[in-house]
């Protein structure tokens, strides 16, 4: 789930969101109906996407990473980053599909 994924989730007021592939379902949610984002929740989720951006592309550059594995990766990644820092207000999950 991209940035502009979670800035629908924010306009939509929604309680969740999912993010599909063939094999895993990825959802950030809110855990109750008395939290929203804020300006300083948007602050952090950019902070954290600009500085895991950085350190995506210095691994890439290394060597220590693949263009393909950075987008399988990334935004699982900062999801989850990002959720612990707010654990009694947002949730995520990766999920595998069931057939």
């Known amino acids: ?18 993010a599909v592939t063939p094999q895993l379902r990825f959802r950030p949610f809110r855990t109750g109906a008395g939290w929203s984002p804020t300006v300083e929740f ?21 060597g220590r990473i693949s263009e393909d594995q950075i987008n399988l990766i990334f935004y699982h990644v900062l999801w989850t980053r990002v959720t612990a820092l707010f654990p009694s207000q947002l949730h995520y999950r990766q999920e595998r599909r069931s057939e």
């Open 42 to 62: 948007d602050r952090i989720l950019l902070a954290e996407h600009g500085q895991l951006l950085r350190r995506a592309k210095q691994a890439l550059d290394h």
């Open 1 to 18: 789930m991209g940035l502009d994924d979670y800035r629908l989730f924010r306009f939509l007021g929604a309680m969740e969101v999912a």
